[in-house]
């Protein structure tokens, strides 16, 4: 099946700091990435829609500035949180989708704790 | 975004016993996707439904799309512990962009 990676799994920074968390999608070209963050015990809330070599389309009340994402190849997505603060902890999880699927394949998300 | 409400939040049943999941929104739906989430892991597609009325298995999991396209449940019959996680509806009002349910949490006691 369709595998998706995400990097790093875990991350623990500084507040004020930015970080850089990947989704791969490792045996196939995905033509679409969605980003959704998750809170302990609740549902997966969808930042950001990302189409290869196009700009990010973001959820109302998702801070574009905040929460940037760059889609640079069909293999890779990025998000990155700058100027990271305590309340931007939480569960990070990209998923993927090739163009003749209906499925999204989710990756392992990432932990990031800001202290 | 699209609200698509799911109940219950929590179920708790006895292994061997049924257990169904109901989620409902306000809008019409193209289709509609179902995932699995087991504790500490992250979501895995389940199956989708896209005609009206109409109704899936897998095993012991029963999907249903509502009529008016506006519910859908997913049953399963004689629970097993390895069904324990969450269970996701998942929607898309437009385009690409999915919305999840607020999920049921199963627990299944031995």
């Known amino acids: 099946g369709a595998v998706v990676s995400q990097h790093p799994s875990w991350v623990i920074c500084k507040s004020g700091t930015s970080v850089k968390i990947e989704c791969r999608s490792l045996?196939?070209?995905?033509?679409?990435m969605f980003w959704y963050r998750q809170f302990p015990k609740q549902s997966l809330m969808l930042m950001a829609t990302?189409?290869?070599?196009?700009?990010?389309?973001?959820e109302q009340g998702v801070e574009k500035d905040k929460f940037l994402i760059n889609h640079a190849s069909l293999t890779l997505s990025t998000l990155t949180v700058t100027s990271a603060h305590p309340e931007d902890s939480s569960f990070y999880i990209c998923?993927?989708?090739?163009?003749?699927?209906?499925?999204?394949?989710f990756g392992p998300g990432t932990r990031l704790t800001v202290t | 975004g699209q609200q698509v409400m799911q109940i219950p939040q929590y179920q708790h049943v006895q292994e061997g016993e049924d257990f169904t999941t109901y989620c409902n929104s306000s809008?019409?739906?193209?289709?509609i996707q179902w995932y699995k989430q087991r504790p500490g892991g992250h979501p895995v597609f389940l199956i989708q439904?896209?005609?009206?009325?109409e109704v899936k298995k897998q095993k012991r999991l029963t999907f249903q799309f509502g009529e008016a396209k506006k519910n859908s449940s997913l049953h399963i019959t004689a629970t097993q512990t390895t069904d324990v996680g969450t269970y996701f509806c998942?929607?898309?009002?437009?385009?690409?962009?999915?919305?999840f349910g607020t999920g049921t949490s199963l627990t299944v006691i031995p």
């Open positions: 990302s189409n290869e070599g196009s700009k990010a389309t973001y």
């Open positions: 045996d196939f070209q995905a033509t679409t």
């Open positions: 998942a929607a898309p009002p437009t385009g690409n962009q999915f919305y």
């Open positions: 809008t019409t739906l193209s289709n």
């Open positions: 439904l896209v005609k009206s009325g």
């Open positions: 998923s993927a989708r090739f163009a003749s699927s209906y499925e999204q394949y």
